[in-house]
T-cell receptor, first 115, second 116 residues
Framework: DAGVTQSPTHLIKTRGQQVTLRCSPK?????VSWYQQALGQGPQFIFQ???????QRGNFPDRFSGHQFPNYSSELNVNALLLGDSALYLC??????????????FGPGTRLTVT | AQKITQTQPGMFVQEKEAVTLDCTYD???????LFWYKQPSSGEMIFLIY??????QNATEGRYSLNFQKARKSANLVISASQLGDSAMYFC?????????????FGPGTRLSVLP
């Protein structure tokens, strides 16, 4: 049973460029959340996708956008990259349900460096 | 306002000793969930333990236990019989749920170092 997978593992981009990160959820999960973790800090919630729609969004600018596909996998897109976007980007999957399950499994992350 | 507070940026513990990592939270919801995650240097977040706001007993998972004091809004993690492999960052998180879904709010983390 594959867990959450993310690609690529590492990425180096230049300021102003655009980047796309990918995530495949754990088998049986239908909800994908994205987090940004700057060095030395806790993860910050970016947004969550369920049924191919953005359901929740944290305090991130519109430069951050996403997509969820019918197979539940997801992409995170960041436009007009800034140096401050350098971080570990974590994807987490879960089953949409308020009480049925609480588990959220994280992928290994994509480390983005903006130069 | 910070919803999850972890006041210990770093902690040291001797191998085989027990250690408590502090976490306080702030919410007006009646139903919420509290989590602890471990993040080794590899970066992956590893789920350790969960406590529901309505759970009457403290959660336990092997060497991990959660000291849940609802009135004080604290959810401290206790690791018994520390091992060298326990050295990592530890994050306390709270799950917030509304009609639109759920999201997790993380604290700033505590770096635990286990000494041989």
């Amino acid at each position: 049973d594959a867990g959450v997978t993310q690609s690529p593992t590492h990425l180096i981009k230049t300021r102003g460029q655009q980047v796309t990160l990918r995530c495949s959820p754990k088998s049986g999960h239908d909800t994908v959340s994205w987090y940004q973790q700057a060095l030395g800090q806790g993860p910050q919630f970016i947004f969550q996708y369920y049924e191919e729609e953005e359901r929740q969004r944290g305090n991130f600018p519109d430069r951050f956008s996403g997509h969820q596909f019918p197979n539940y996998s997801s992409e995170l897109n960041v436009n007009a990259l800034l140096l401050g976007d350098s971080a570990l980007y974590l994807c987490a999957s879960s089953f949409f349900g308020k009480e049925e399950t609480y588990e959220q499994y994280f992928g290994p992350g994509t480390r983005l460096t903006v130069t | 306002a910070q919803k999850i507070t972890q006041t210990q940026p770093g902690m040291f513990v001797q191998e085989k000793e027990a250690v408590t990592l502090d976490c306080t939270y702030d919410t007006s919801d009646q139903s919420y969930g509290l989590f602890w995650y471990k993040q080794p240097s590899s970066g992956e977040m590893i789920f350790l333990i969960y406590q529901g706001s309505y759970d009457e007993q403290n959660a336990t998972e092997g060497r991990y236990s959660l000291n849940f004091q609802k009135a004080r809004k604290s959810a401290n993690l206790v690791i018994s019989a520390s091992q060298l492999g326990d050295s990592a960052m530890y994050f306390c998180a709270m799950r917030e749920v509304d009609n639109y879904g759920q999201n997790f709010v993380f604290g700033p983390g505590t770096r635990l170092s286990v000494l041989p």
